[in-house]
């Protein structure tokens, strides 16, 4: 979406909109039983007439309709199916639209694009025009459209959960809230500065301006503070398997993908490179990372390994790291000594990434080990990836680790989904820090923090303008009668 901003108007390109009738493909390419090829825009009831052999009225609205799919000049039928007609603005665009429904055949497809670009003012539409559309015609609010867009390429079920979420409006009204609540601070300090010496303005208006602003503040900064729960949702969440060379990394890794995606050997260092594998855990997007061992090597390749294996674990949400249970000592304390010390030498120096232990090949024996509690030592798992011993415990461990990173997408106030969400909220805090400081010394500079911060709202949600700050000024103020 191209959106030119000027202080606090957003100003859209108009001539993408009621110019041209587009149409395109819209339920995927491929072969299938059905195919809808959708069409938007003033023209669209003179291809529906022209296509479908309408000679008088148009079909009732939303209504499908049985007919043969005709070109427009030979009146050669070109598939027999099913027609839909969505007069303006009661439509996905805002716009007249149409809908074929045909067979899925490539043959069919093709025959029935080129009818329509054959008809004068029609062309295809680019990618996401349809969507840009309906954005224009007020038909969607842009963190809707993001919703929609998170919907279309949600791979399990708590993306879609999340995505739909938002597509409902639940995260733009939150937004539209507080821009409202910007817009009126707003325009009170602007009628404040402009008509306070004429005595027009009633008394604590800026009393009210400045608890206005520090609550939405303080509701912000709690926004922010989400642990990346919903960015993490819908990219997926960074698990990283480390540890030392030929400890089961590798075959840890293709046991909980269930198929050979590591090559495993007993030579040491087999692994030089990052290998990457999406899973679905539980519902939640999980980006699997097998990494180099960790290990000082005179080999140029392997130690490029090893740089990338560190990296990877200091951008992990969640780091695996593999034991084997061959190299640990009999003892339990001395066991949990030699852990941590491992942990240490893996991990970064801030400390901050979640680790769990996997100690590959487990010995019954060590059962005991696994409840006990050491001071400073993560969650234990004994796996066998010879014998999948314990490898269910580990998975319902590392979902329920998953699940605590993303959240529930469906409780609580909607969750921050999008970098740029995160990156304009924390502008507006910063201009509403303006406000606070400028408020008894320069009003205009502080009036300045509340402009800049309802446009960095603004960006978010795709709108605000100047004429809604002059409604509520004439809305709350009797001005001059």
């Given at each position: 979406f191209i959106i030119f901003v000027m202080i606090s108007v957003t100003v859209f390109?108009?001539?993408?909109?009621?110019?041209?009738?587009?149409?395109?493909l819209s339920s995927g390419h491929g072969r299938c039983g059905v195919a809808v090829v959708r069409v938007s825009g003033p023209a669209s009831a003179t291809a529906l007439r022209s296509m479908a052999g309408l000679t008088r009225s148009l079909p009732p609205p939303r209504t499908a309709l049985l007919r043969s799919i005709t070109e427009p000049q030979s009146k050669e039928v070109l598939d027999r199916g099913l027609v839909l007609w969505f007069p303006a603005p009661h439509s996905f665009t805002g716009e007249d639209s149409v809908e074929f429904h045909i067979h899925g055949g490539p043959a069919v497809i093709t025959a029935v694009l080129q009818a329509l670009g054959s008809m004068p003012g029609m062309r295809p539409a680019e990618a996401g025009e349809f969507t840009r559309r309906a954005f224009q015609a007020e038909?969607?609010?842009?963190?809707e459209v993001?919703?929609?867009?998170?919907?279309?390429?949600?791979?399990?079920?708590?993306?879609?959960?999340?995505?739909?979420?938002?597509?409902?409006?639940?995260?733009?009204?939150?937004?539209?809230?507080?821009?409202h609540k910007l817009k009126r601070c707003l325009a009170h300090v602007e009628a404040f500065i402009d008509?306070?010496?004429?005595?027009?303005?009633?008394?604590?208006?800026?009393?009210?301006?400045?608890?206005?602003?520090?609550?939405?503040?303080?509701?912000?900064?709690?926004?922010?503070?989400?642990?990346?729960?919903?960015?993490r949702l819908r990219s997926g969440v960074q698990v990283v398997i480390a540890g030392a060379t030929n400890a089961g990394k590798s075959s840890l890794l293709n046991t909980i993908c269930q198929r050979p995606a590591a090559i495993v050997s007993p030579i040491a260092g087999t692994t030089r490179d990052v290998v990457e594998t999406a899973l679905d855990i539980g519902g939640f997007p999980v980006l699997l990372t097998d990494t180099a061992g960790l290990r000082d090597s005179p080999d140029?390749?392997?130690r490029e390994g090893v740089r990338r294996a560190r990296e990877r674990v200091e951008?992990?949400?969640?780091?695996?790291?593999?034991?084997?249970?061959?190299?640990?000592?009999?003892?339990?304390?001395?066991?949990?000594?030699?852990?941590?010390?491992?942990?240490?030498?893996?991990?970064?120096?801030?400390?901050?990434?979640?680790?769990?232990?996997?100690?590959?090949?487990?010995?019954?024996?060590?059962?005991?080990f696994q409840t006990q509690r050491v001071c400073g030592l993560p969650p234990v798992c004994l796996i066998s990836c010879h014998t999948n011993e314990g490898?269910?415990?580990?998975?319902?461990?590392?979902?329920?680790?998953?699940?605590?990173?993303?959240?529930?997408?469906?409780?609580?106030?909607?969750?921050?989904?999008?970098?740029?969400?995160?990156?304009?909220?924390?502008?507006?805090?910063?201009?509403?820090?303006?406000?606070?400081?400028?408020?008894d010394t320069d009003l205009a500079l502080a009036a300045e923090g509340v402009r800049l911060a309802?446009?960095?709202?603004?960006r978010i949600t795709g709108r605000v303008g100047p004429e809604e700050i002059l409604d509520i000024i004439f809305k709350d103020f009797c001005i001059g009668k």
């Amino acid at each position: 979406f191209i959106i030119f901003v000027m202080i606090s108007v957003t100003v859209f390109p108009t001539n993408l909109l009621f110019c041209n009738t587009i149409f395109a493909l819209s339920s995927g390419h491929g072969r299938c039983g059905v195919a809808v090829v959708r069409v938007s825009g003033p023209a669209s009831a003179t291809a529906l007439r022209s296509m479908a052999g309408l000679t008088r009225s148009l079909p009732p609205p939303r209504t499908a309709l049985l007919r043969s799919i005709t070109e427009p000049q030979s009146k050669e039928v070109l598939d027999r199916g099913l027609v839909l007609w969505f007069p303006a603005p009661h439509s996905f665009t805002g716009e007249d639209s149409v809908e074929f429904h045909i067979h899925g055949g490539p043959a069919v497809i093709t025959a029935v694009l080129q009818a329509l670009g054959s008809m004068p003012g029609m062309r295809p539409a680019e990618a996401g025009e349809f969507t840009r559309r309906a954005f224009q015609a007020e038909k969607l609010g842009l963190t809707e459209v993001e919703g929609l867009g998170d919907l279309i390429h949600a791979e399990t079920e708590a993306q879609r959960r999340q995505a739909l979420r938002q597509m409902s409006g639940d995260l733009g009204r939150l937004y539209q809230d507080w821009s409202h609540k910007l817009k009126r601070c707003l325009a009170h300090v602007e009628a404040f500065i402009d008509f306070s010496e004429d005595e027009l303005i009633e008394d604590g208006v800026l009393t009210q301006v400045d608890k206005s602003v520090c609550d939405l503040q303080a509701d912000i900064e709690r926004h922010l503070k989400d642990e990346r729960r919903g960015e993490r949702l819908r990219s997926g969440v960074q698990v990283v398997i480390a540890g030392a060379t030929n400890a089961g990394k590798s075959s840890l890794l293709n046991t909980i993908c269930q198929r050979p995606a590591a090559i495993v050997s007993p030579i040491a260092g087999t692994t030089r490179d990052v290998v990457e594998t999406a899973l679905d855990i539980g519902g939640f997007p999980v980006l699997l990372t097998d990494t180099a061992g960790l290990r000082d090597s005179p080999d140029l390749v392997e130690r490029e390994g090893v740089r990338r294996a560190r990296e990877r674990v200091e951008q992990a949400d969640l780091t695996l790291v593999v034991v084997d249970c061959a190299h640990l000592p009999s003892d339990a304390q001395e066991a949990a000594a030699f852990l941590l010390a491992h942990l240490k030498s893996i991990l970064p120096e801030t400390g901050m990434i979640p680790p769990y232990l996997s100690l590959s090949d487990s010995q019954l024996s060590l059962k005991a080990f696994q409840t006990q509690r050491v001071c400073g030592l993560p969650p234990v798992c004994l796996i066998s990836c010879h014998t999948n011993e314990g490898l269910q415990d580990f998975v319902t461990v590392l979902h329920n680790s998953v699940k605590t990173l993303c959240g529930d997408p469906l409780s609580g106030a909607p969750t921050l989904t999008q970098a740029r969400h995160r990156a304009h909220l924390q502008q507006c805090v910063t201009a509403l820090a303006q406000y606070q400081q400028y408020r008894d010394t320069d009003l205009a500079l502080a009036a300045e923090g509340v402009r800049l911060a309802l446009t960095s709202l603004g960006r978010i949600t795709g709108r605000v303008g100047p004429e809604e700050i002059l409604d509520i000024i004439f809305k709350d103020f009797c001005i001059g009668k």
